[in-house]
RNA sequence: GGUCUCGUAGUAUAACGGUUAGUACAUCGGGUUUUCAUCCCGACAACGCGGGUUCGACUCCCGCCGAGAUCACCA
């Protein structure tokens, strides 16, 4: 049998990294097995919708790479993908269940039922609604709620994840199908659409996992199979233990995209925070997690989101892109992320610029502070210069004394490539009888002025003749 | 309070009932001709507690403790 999974978010926002493994893993379940992922809208809270969200949905699936084979853009034969405009349809199953006695019209006014609701809570029993069902033989108006006929008994089911499940009949209870302004709740709308849709599997957050039994007897009394069940622990705050969301800061994929941090990181360490495929791979392109992807190593514990690690894969996910695809296909990755003054160069100089520096980087927004000084002149800093831990033993003189002798190497060099460049610098190093870390100290500050630089006869290679002499003998000048 | 779920280093995780409890991030130390980083080497660090079952338990069972979810005309 085909597989078909969903992502069916509510657009009231931005996908934070809480809640997009709750896309991730349907996509991965269904490629694997050739089968079909729809993303549908719940926007059935006609309160809570947030204008906009839908399109910051596709976007962001779109930029992880999880694209979806029916929904909204591409539509499907289950269409229309928005909750909102499935209204007949939810009604026609409803009146499937009054005509079976499984659904009744509920004149109880919401102040009422808090009542009920209060006094029960004084009394510390639990609330359920069944115990105060009104006369069931209500015409079901306009206006009016419609609830479930709840008939308690026990459950059992098999969740993919959390295993064997069973409950007793204290957790059933008459919620609501259909609210009174006409449009179905979530309990009862997510039912009739996977049926509709076809959907094999149910994956979503844990937190349904308490109402699990009272969806079973939905699809009971609709008379309908029930798809598989996968709940899917939280991913937990980084402090405290409760899940993480956007009130903790969680940031949105969007921001982290906008951060420089690649496409590839993200799914690498949203799928693998609470699932692992058992060896000790930490890489995984989406091809890979496609293949390796299974249900049963779905961890049963929340996870705690860790940004560190994110930024540590977002890391290696540079080099190996550098390193495997070349420096071209980084670069192709790095536009918009270049200082302004960037502009102004070809594209083949910011190249080299990253071809030298790509192993520094943690997000490629970092290009934008660390490679000012390959497109403009720095501010020549005689403190920074003169204070360094390496040259404060140094006099101006001094300084200014192996400056000269530092250009007029650099002079000599017929040939300016980065090997000939060591080579002077080894030389110099002789010639001045001065450790590495003073001489290149000095080189590489007056270069850059920067806290750090890439290696320095790279530097100097990339920056060329020119610009390195010029800048060291402004440097001399100053001194 | 009822119901359900979860519990290996700071974090993410691995381990047919038999291992010196493995790996990665983080942290700390060292190495690679400056810096920052990469890379390499090393160190620190964990089975929540208590009972069983068993020759043997992180692993199976029970109790406790701790954490979380849910109990909406939100999803």
């Not at 199908?177 to 996977?194: Q, R, W």
């Not at 308490?210 to 969806?215: L, M, W």
């Not at 699809?219 to 899917?232: D, G, H, N, T």
């Not at 892109?321 to 960037?342: C, D, H, M, S, V």
Request: hydrophobic residues 35%; aromatic residues 10%; glycine residues 6%.
């Amino acid at each position: 049998m085909e597989i078909v999974t969903r992502f069916a978010p509510s657009p009231t926002g931005y996908i934070h990294i809480g809640n997009v493994r709750s896309a991730i893993y349907p996509y991965l379940l269904a490629r694997q097995n050739h089968g079909k992922m729809i993303l549908r809208i719940e926007d059935t809270d006609r309160e809570r919708y947030v204008e906009g969200a839908t399109e910051l949905i596709e976007d962001t699936l779109e930029w992880l790479g999880l694209n979806w084979d029916e929904g909204p853009i591409v539509g499907g034969p289950n269409a229309p993908y928005f909750q909102s405009e499935r209204k007949e349809i939810y009604h026609a199953w409803a009146r499937k269940l009054i005509e079976s006695g499984r659904a009744y019209a509920d004149p109880t006014p919401p102040e009422k039922v808090n009542q009920y609701r209060e006094e029960c809570n004084k009394k510390k029993i639990p609330f359920l609604y069944r115990n105060f069902r009104p006369d069931t033989t209500t015409e079901w108006e306009p206006g009016m709620p419609l609830r479930f006929k709840a008939e308690p008994k026990d459950y059992e089911w098999v969740d993919e994840v959390m295993g064997e499940m069973h409950t007793g009949p204290e957790v059933l209870d008459d919620i609501i199908l259909i609210k009174k302004d006409g449009f179905p709740t979530y309990n009862f709308a997510h039912i009739v659409d996977d049926y509709e849709m076809g959907v094999t599997h149910v994956m979503r957050g844990v937190e349904y996992l308490s109402s699990t039994p009272n969806y079973l007897a939905i699809y009971e009394a609709l008379e309908i199979p029930r798809p598989k069940l996968v709940s899917l622990p939280h991913i937990l705050a980084p402090q405290g233990n409760k899940k993480l969301g956007k009130r903790d800061g969680a940031k949105s994929v969007t921001e982290y995209r906008e951060d420089g941090v690649l496409a590839e990181a993200m799914l690498n360490y949203l799928a693998c925070l609470g699932w692992n495929d058992g060896t000790e791979q930490e890489i995984y392109s989406k091809e890979e997690l496609i293949e390796r992807f299974s249900l049963s190593r779905i961890q049963n514990s929340g996870a705690r989101y860790d940004e560190t690690k994110l930024l540590w894969l977002n890391g290696q996910w540079l080099r190996k892109i550098f390193n495997e695809q070349g420096p071209r296909a980084l670069y192709e990755r790095t536009l918009g992320f270049w200082p302004k003054a960037a502009e102004a160069y070809s594209e083949d100089y910011r190249i080299k610029v990253l071809s030298i520096i790509y192993d520094r980087l943690k997000t490629l927004s970092d290009l934008r502070e660390m490679t000012g000084y390959f497109f403009a002149d720095p501010t020549i800093n005689t403190e920074m210069l003169l204070n360094n831990k390496f040259l404060k033993k140094n006099s101006k003189s001094e300084i200014e004394e192996m400056l000269k002798v530092v250009i007029s190497r650099l002079n000599k060099i017929d040939d300016w490539t980065s090997e000939k460049l060591q080579d002077a610098l080894n030389e110099l190093l002789e010639q001045t009888g001065k450790k590495p870390a003073e001489l290149f100290s000095l080189i590489r500050i007056s270069l850059s002025f920067a806290p750090f630089s890439p290696a320095l006869n790279l530097t100097l290679g990339v920056l060329g003749r020119e610009t390195s002499l010029a800048r060291l003998n402004a440097v001399a000048r100053a001194i």
